[in-house]
């Protein structure tokens, strides 16, 4: 059988992941495929105990290597107990957040370098890459108003950084996608969420097709 493709969906706060996979999701199966929607940690109880001390906010006293190498940690476990397996059996795998997350909040918004967090991440994943990165793109005070908005969010400790920061994340993301142009597609998320899901359809519709 042959492999599965996988898919990530990378953003900032507030850019619409979560419904767009959902969107994808539906389509996909209307299509014929047998897809996975899946977030990092994606249910997996050990990178839910390590994304649990990531995301505490009484952790204040967090060294950002050491938050890159947690979440690189958690990555690496959803990844080999969940979606290496899926990929193998042909499923379709749509990924909310991936190694891309990594670069653009803990290689460039935080500092550490963006080879740097590609490093340690290619260590964790010993070379499975998505076939394809749709990277919603949102002004930070756009996304933050829309986060804001939604009661039922829980607020995490990445969250309550200030605009600075999220600022720093999207170019963060920016200078991913121009490095990576041949796997990561550069959507505008201030869109209405039915005209983000169509236009990200076209590629995932080419890439599988
Ligand atoms: P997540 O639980 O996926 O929330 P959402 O995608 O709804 O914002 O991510 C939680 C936070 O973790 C989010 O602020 C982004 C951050 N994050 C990193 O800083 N690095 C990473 O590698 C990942 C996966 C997430």
């Known amino acids: 059988m042959s492999k599965g493709k996988f898919i990530t969906i990378e953003g900032g706060e507030g850019s619409g992941k979560t419904t767009l996979i959902e969107a994808l999701t539906k389509r996909l199966r209307e299509a014929g495929h047998?897809?996975?929607?899946?977030?990092?940690?994606g249910g997996i109880p050990i990178a839910e105990a390590i994304r649990a001390i990531v995301l505490d906010r009484e952790n204040t006293a967090m060294d950002a290597r050491t938050e890159a190498l947690l979440y690189a940690a958690a990555r690496r476990q959803h990844l080999a107990e969940k979606v290496m397996p899926a990929l193998q059996q042909g499923v379709t795998v749509l990924c909310d957040r991936f190694v891309d997350s990594s670069l653009a909040y803990q290689g460039y918004a935080r500092?550490?370098?963006?080879?740097?967090?590609?490093?340690i991440n290619r260590f964790a994943t010993e070379g499975c890459e998505p076939d394809l990165t749709i990277y919603l793109d949102l002004e930070p005070e756009i996304g933050l108003k829309r986060i804001r908005a939604n009661e039922?969010?829980?607020?995490n400790r990445l969250d309550v950084e200030g605009l600075a920061f999220h600022r720093r994340v999207r170019e963060g993301y920016l200078l991913?996608?121009?490095?990576?142009?041949?796997?990561?597609?550069k959507i505008d998320a201030s869109e209405k969420a039915e005209a983000v899901a169509e236009k990200t359809w076209a590629f995932i519709a080419a890439k599988l097709a």
């Open 34 to 41: 047998e897809v996975m929607a899946t977030r990092e940690p």
């Open 111 to 119: 500092g550490l370098g963006i080879d740097a967090v590609g490093e």
């Open 152 to 155: 039922a969010r829980e607020v």
């Open 176 to 185: 991913v996608a121009e490095r990576y142009p041949e796997r990561i597609v």
